[in-house]
């Protein structure tokens, strides 16, 4: 039922027949369809269905074997009967069967079971030809138009749609397929800048490891050389000594030979 009242509240009747039929009725859309479950103002129930009844002029029973025995879908078909509308009132099937064997199957409400002969009216079913098709076909009873032009109208618009929605598709595959191509690519650039950087890393991280290695050859050299400074240290300590031991030697060889030489010349 809401499926088919925004069906009808917004269906665009073509350009050509608008022109065709100027003064036709409901022609501009929105247009206001009453839907008893939804659209109840306040107020006694029956009173608000009855100001809705009567304020329409198109009755659509939405006809299924649960609508068939709902004792309110059938007064308000009566009292659409009793006002002398008739021609009016639209079966909409949903489910089930007209006039079924099996009363189970059954999706008139009885008050259309009653017009029998010249005044039986023809449901419209949604299993003949499908859910849009019915529609169109309701369409076209409350416009009085032909169905077959509205639904050749529907199929083109339909496939221009396909079109549209398919070049939309394209479109949008196309400018995915732009968009991924382009990260593709800069992810392929930021590949080749993290290879360059990872490489130049890895030469730095080379010559860290040469300085170090320089480094410690450097600080073993100078090691080498602290020790041979402090060998040739204790050497020139060795010597002093030497030369003090040696300047003592001269000087006890001196007063050596001064001795000597005084009894030397005593003895002479």
């Known amino acids: 039922a809401k499926w088919l009242q925004k069906k009808l509240e917004h269906y665009k009747l073509p350009t050509e027949i608008c022109k ?8 501009k859309n929105p247009r206001h369809v009453f839907k008893d479950t939804t659209d109840l103002s306040g107020g006694v129930l029956a009173k608000a269905i009855k100001d809705g009844l009567d304020s329409s002029k ?8 649960r609508a068939a025995k709902s004792e309110w879908v059938c007064k308000e078909v009566q ?9 009016y009132i639209i079966p909409f099937i949903i489910d089930g069967e007209p006039y079924a064997r099996n009363q189970e199957n059954e999706c008139f409400p009885e008050s259309l079971k009653t017009l ?13 030809n499908g859910r849009e ?11 009085d138009l032909r169905f077959d032009i509205l639904w050749n109208r529907f199929q083109r618009e339909q496939k221009k749609r396909r079109r549209y929605t398919i070049v939309g598709l ?13 990260i593709w690519t800069q992810n392929q650039e930021l590949d080749k800048r ?51 031991n040696l300047a003592k030697t001269n000087a006890d060889l001196k007063e050596s030979n001064i001795r000597l030489a005084e009894e030397r010349d005593n003895v002479l």
């Open 20 to 27: 065709q039929n100027p003064n036709l009725e409901f022609a």
């Open 58 to 65: 198109y009755l659509i029973v939405i006809c299924s074997p």
């Open 79 to 87: 009292d659409f009967i009793d006002s002398g509308r008739e021609e």
């Open 116 to 128: 029998a002969g010249e005044r039986e009216l023809l449901g419209i079913s949604i299993d003949e």
């Open 133 to 143: 098709s019915a529609a169109v076909k309701v369409v076209s009873r409350v416009f």
């Open 170 to 182: 394209v479109a949008t595959i196309l400018i995915v397929a732009g968009i991924a191509g382009f």
């Open 194 to 244: 993290n290879y360059q950087i990872k490489k130049q890393y890895e030469e730095i991280r080379i010559k860290n490891a040469q300085i170090e290695q320089q480094n410690k050859d450097l600080d073993a050299k100078s090691d080498s050389i602290q020790s041979a400074n402090d060998s040739i240290q204790q050497a020139y300590k060795k010597l002093d000594l030497s030369e003090r």
